[in-house]
């Protein structure tokens, strides 16, 4: 019997309590010799109806169940709360720390040696892995898969992406409210996750480069039933995991973080990324600042021609050879001193496995889509503590731009005044919109890329600089400064842009200024008054008082670092 695992702790022992922990089990059915020092694997499944992107879960789980079984290990499944993207209001991002405290306790609290998280739509895997970091235990990822292709007419369509078209299309009249709905079925037309390289796709290839999945894992489809073999693959891999002591502090090193920054840049990632990844690194005690993002990512080269950005899909991304291909042309530029799930690093893993098979999908380093793909980090008296542009996803005349501020206070008043023919706004002219941040909506939702007013749109203008501390969508494009912190509702200065204020943005400067004196504003801080918090009870209120900047990854300043995964005190 291995009486080193933390399990034994429980189903080894002995007592009366011995027999509490076991005989309440066996009710499932589990034969005696389950309990006879065999790793015990949690799968935490973020599966929800809810959640439509995760839907598909409880059979990933009994592959991973099967794979664990095989390796001679117990399994047991836990459910944790599940973020959908979707349908959670005000917006799933305000309770990602809290689905990682649920996944840190649930862990912590169980008899698990080693835990296998399922993820999916975009914060299911950074709250697991938040939480998972937080405890220490081995761990290994099964992304969930995107979505095939979405199929409108002859086209195919991405999910997110082509919603901002069909908006604009229907304002125009080019397209019915009819054709949308078919187009709707279209487009979501299998089990799995967003398959454009919104955030979900993101945390697929976030967590492979991390090296905290099976190698290949992040692009295949849901519906393709090698992501069935995938997951009993990674059940076999956890328990080996366990014997090998293989815990989570080992693989995610300063140089997986590396790793994971120049793939994002690469890969033409969501700039949630940069949010989600800051948190994962505070709570695993790695030093990760924001300007690490763009002295790390911003040279990369664009390598993958997927929505937003480009023309393909992640189901294309797989037939071309998947994230294994990218990381070889990158091989050059990352660490190898890095172990991932397999107890080897991203090099030993792919050898063999490394030939693109539709170069128009995925292009060589030395011919990339674009020369320099990462997220960069402006700065300046707008945002003191930066704000992030994904430039791939910009328009390059807008690089560097000077206009007048329109002003919106909500995304209530945007709403009510965007479309206003009397709006005094032209193409030249930047977007504000204010308290969209952490504390201020609350949870820093995804509305930064708001729509053009549409009498620009009929004028044909497609894209315009707006400035915001929310975020964007993963699946979103335009020329869309994000993140900006400190966050208006606390009193940074993006509270004083007013109406005709001047901003001056300069990416390649990595500079956004508000054209204002000091002294101007310092008279409008004295007139400014913050606004009333979100919550004054429950979790929303514990989140407004403890949330951290978008710069420190939004996670809460008491959740940073681990608590190990020690429990002292019995509960009987
Ligand atoms: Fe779930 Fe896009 S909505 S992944
Ligand atoms: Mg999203």
Redesign the pocket.
Known sequence: MNTELRSHGWFGRKDKDGIIYRSWMKNQGMPNDWFDGRPVIGICNTFSELTPCNAHFRDHAEMVKRGVIEAGGFPVEFPIMSLG?TLLKPTAMLFRNLASMDAEESIRGNPIDGVVLLTGC?KTTPSTVMGAASVGLPTIVVPGGPMLNGKYRGQDIGS?THVWKFDEDMKLGKMSQEDCEFAESCMSRSIGH?MTM???STMACMVESLGLTLSGAAAIPAADSRKKQMAQLSGRRIVEMVKENLTIDKILTREAFENAIKVNAAVGGSS?FIIHLCAIAGRIGVELNLEDFDAIGSKIPLLLNLMPSGKYLMEDFYYAGGLPVILNELKDHLHKNVVTVTGKNHHENISGNTTCYNADVITTYDNPIIEEAGCVVVKGNLALNGAVIKPSAASPALMKHRGRAVVFNSIEDYHERIDSPDLDIDETCVMVLKYVGPVGYPGMP?VGNMALPKKLLEKGVTDMVRISDGRM???AYGTVVLHVSPESAIGGNLALVENGDMIELDVPGRKLHLDVSDEELAKRRNNWQQPAPAATRGYVSLYIKHVMGADKGADMDFLLGSSGSTVTRDSH
């Open positions: 993207e975009d997110g967003c919104g955030t979900a949630n995804e969508s993963g699946t």
